[in-house]
């Protein structure tokens, strides 16, 4: 086996997908999670499926507002047993809404989705409108495949270091202007295709990886210069997965 192929593989090991389950939960396109207990449920079309509520708040959803089912009690359950396993203090449990995104801090109409879309567009963008509030068409490369897109509805603006993730590594005891910042950053900001999105979730590089070989390395060193930018920490299982897929891609670019 050549070095390149070890190294490949080592950070092969390290690649974990995740996986949509059956319907049960349904979460939403503005990212709710609706089990059967919620009075949106049969009302919700356009979802994921996740075979519990706790895998669908896992990825990024949260829960419906005055959401009184048995899953309230279960995530905070959830939620601490995670923090246990992960070896990291519980405070309090993520709530998406206490971290702004998709602000327009200029006023413009344009949000930071549609400026991220405007500004890596290899091609001058068209509108939905005369107002050029919302992006139509374009062309973009997605950042965890490659892969080329020109209508703006297929494209996610993915965080790189996922909200959630912040919010139990340090981020729960920041301001809600610095969460705001955060969540609108270009530089935490990645052009993704939805069912790759929904697949890494709330996850860290230690638990996902892209599936292409030639973006690993890339979209780690972006996280990790994410995390050290805000100041947020890896516990130590997650630190010494890191520092060894780091490892792997330094072995890749030496050859």
């Known amino acids: 086996m050549t070095p390149r192929s070890l190294s490949a593989l080592l950070l092969s090991a390290f690649f974990v997908t995740g996986s949509v389950g059956a319907e049960i939960v349904k979460k939403s396109q503005s990212g709710i999670c609706h089990d059967s207990y919620s009075s949106y449920y049969n009302r919700t079309k356009n979802f994921s499926s996740f075979d519990t509520l706790h895998a669908c708040l896992n990825s990024g959803g949260e829960l419906p ?19 246990r396993r992960e070896k990291r203090a519980f405070s309090t449990l993520y709530d998406r809404d206490a971290w702004p995104h998709w602000s327009d ?3 413009d109409c344009q949000n930071t989705r549609a400026e991220i879309l405007i500004t890596r567009s290899a091609v001058p963008v068209t509108f939905t409108n ?3 509030c919302t992006v139509k068409t374009g062309r973009w490369i997605g950042g965890f495949t490659g892969d080329t897109f020109t209508t703006a509805s297929d494209v996610d603006i993915d965080h790189v270091v996922p909200l959630k993730w912040a919010h139990g590594h340090g981020g729960q005891a920041w301001s809600r202007s610095k969460k705001e910042r955060f969540a609108n950053d270009p530089a935490n900001l990645i052009i993704a295709d939805d069912g790759l999105n929904s697949q890494k979730g709330a996850k860290g590089p230690d638990e996902w990886l892209p599936l292409a070989q030639p973006y690993r390395c890339v979209y780690l060193q972006k996280f990790v210069t994410i995390v050290d930018k805000y100041g947020l920490e890896f516990v130590n299982v997650e630190k010494a997965k890191v520092k060894e897929l780091q490892l792997a891609c330094s072995q890749v670019v030496d050859m």
Do not use: L
């Not at 959830?78 to 923090?83: C, I, L, M, N, R």
């Open 130 to 132: 005369k107002r050029n």
């Open 65 to 83: 507002k005055n959401y009184s089912g048995p899953g309230v009690k279960a995530t905070v359950s959830d939620a601490t047993a995670e923090a």
């Open 105 to 107: 801090h200029d006023g």
